[in-house]
Structure formats: C-alpha cells, structure tokens
C-alpha cells in the first residue's frame, strides 16, 4: 500500500508504548500487567476526548496477544500482524472485538450478549478481549451487565469520557485508569519529526508551539492540521496556524 495515501492520523498511530505521548502512569501499569500476566478482567480508560484511550486499549491488547511480547507487541507475530490488519474492530480470529457504543442498538446488543461472549478464542492468552468504545453512550439496561462479566474467559475493556456514568459500586470491581493531554516537551517533538518526515518547512520557530496550543496539546487534533498543510503545500507559520483555528472556530460557532 502507498503511505501516501494513508491520511495522517492512521500514517502515525502509535504501534507501541513506546509511541504513544503522555499517560505515563497508565502505560507503566498496562505494561507490567502485560509482562506479569496479572491481567484484569474489566479495564476502565476515561479522559477527554483525544487523550489516547483507543490507542492504550489496542497496543495493551497488542501487548498481551503478542507471541513475543518483551514489553513491547513485536508487530511481526501472527497476533500483532492479525490485530493490525483488523484495526480498529479487532477479529474474533485472535479473540478480539472492538464495538462502538454509540452504533450498538438493542437488537445487536442482545447477539453480542447470547452469541459472542464466552466464545472460545484462539489467541496467546486464551482470553476473549472486548473493547467498547464510547461506553459513556451505552444504556443504563446494559451497563450493570457489561461491567460484570461472567466468564472468566472474558477481559473488558471500557473507553469513556465520563467516570462519573459508571456507579462508584462498579468503578471497585474494575482497574481505573485516566487518560490525560501530553505536555509541549513530548508533542514538540513528535510534530517536528513529521514535519521532517512529510517535507513540511517550518517557516517560523514558533509555529509548532503555537499548533500544540491552539489544539489544546491534543496529538490527534495537531497531525491533523499538518496533513491540512502538507496539502497546501505551504510553509508553516504562526499566522497560519492562528488562522486554520480561528476559521475552525467560527465554522463551530454556527448556528
């Protein structure tokens, strides 16, 4: 496949640990967990919109799929390269399913309930791994259910915005991890090095700094502004990026 007609965010999604910014704590603990093998059975990522909760459930579910894992998914076994090719929805060939919340009515809610959970599955660890997305959107009719699993075969792992959905009841049968923004001296970086990589000039020193701000230090929000640029083919400058946001925000503020 042409990288090049990989939109940015895909181009650069972390694979690893070691490639995700920020969320220094909540990496040391999924990797431990993953070198353990002390792995819990229900696993709630919440933070803001952006933080990289998607990004922890798939590389920890890299991490203990992975048939060589020595703190890193070596993206080479059958499991990484399966759970790749299947990004995001994940495959029941390696016992990973991954659901968006905000799509899953009753109807599919009921077959996932009956047909899917429990099924055996065919990776490593011999668990099954749920990943729902956007669990905040779920209903209430389901929430006690999913937060509970029955089978020990089964590992949870919810992504939500709001902890305060989920009852304190709930949240102490369940390892709790935060999401949160990378500081300016990791995202910095990062945005430079794909400056680099996509022969994107950086006109003014300050441009970077001032994308990072403008985008609330959100990396998401950030790389999409650089493939924006990169199209364009202009230089970056502050007085671009100024302008990209304030256009931005007045599109939002519509009626």
């Known amino acids: 496949m042409d990288t090049n007609t990989i939109d940015f965010c895909e181009k650069y999604r972390p694979r690893k640990f070691g490639e995700i910014l920020g969320n220094k704590p909540a990496i040391q603990y999924l990797k431990n967990s993953a070198l353990s093998g002390r792995i819990t059975n229900s696993l709630i990522l919440h933070g803001e919109t952006g933080t990289g ?3 922890l459930a798939h590389v920890f579910t890299k991490s203990i799929t992975c048939e060589n894992f020595q ?3 070596c993206g080479e076994c059958d499991s990484c390269k399966t759970l790749e090719a299947y990004y995001p929805h994940g495959s029941t060939i390696s016992g990973v399913s991954l659901y968006d919340c905000t799509k ?3 109807k599919r809610m009921d077959e ?4 899917h959970l429990g099924f055996h599955s065919l990776n490593r660890i011999d668990r099954n791994i749920f990943i729902w997305d956007e669990f905040h959107q779920i209903t209430d009719r389901w929430k006690d259910k999913l937060l509970n699993p029955e089978s020990k075969r089964d590992i949870f792992i919810y992504c939500l915005i709001d902890l305060s959905v989920v009852s304190r ?3 102490g049968r369940a390892i709790v991890l935060k999401t949160e923004r990378p500081e300016m001296g990791e995202i910095i970086p990062r945005l430079r090095q794909i400056c680099e990589l996509e022969g994107i000039i950086v006109k003014d020193e300050d441009a970077l700094i001032t994308l990072a701000r403008d985008a609330d230090r959100l990396t998401r929000e950030c790389i999409k502004f ?12 502050v007085n671009l990026v100024k302008k990209f946001f304030k256009h931005r925000r007045s599109i939002g503020n519509e009626d």
């Open 104 to 106: 899953l009515d009753e």
């Open 53 to 55: 909760k998607n990004t």
């Open 112 to 115: 996932i309930i009956n047909r």
């Open 226 to 237: 650089l493939e924006t640029s990169a199209v364009y083919g202009e230089p970056l400058t």
């Open 71 to 73: 703190g890193e998914p």
């Open 169 to 171: 009841a709930l949240q």
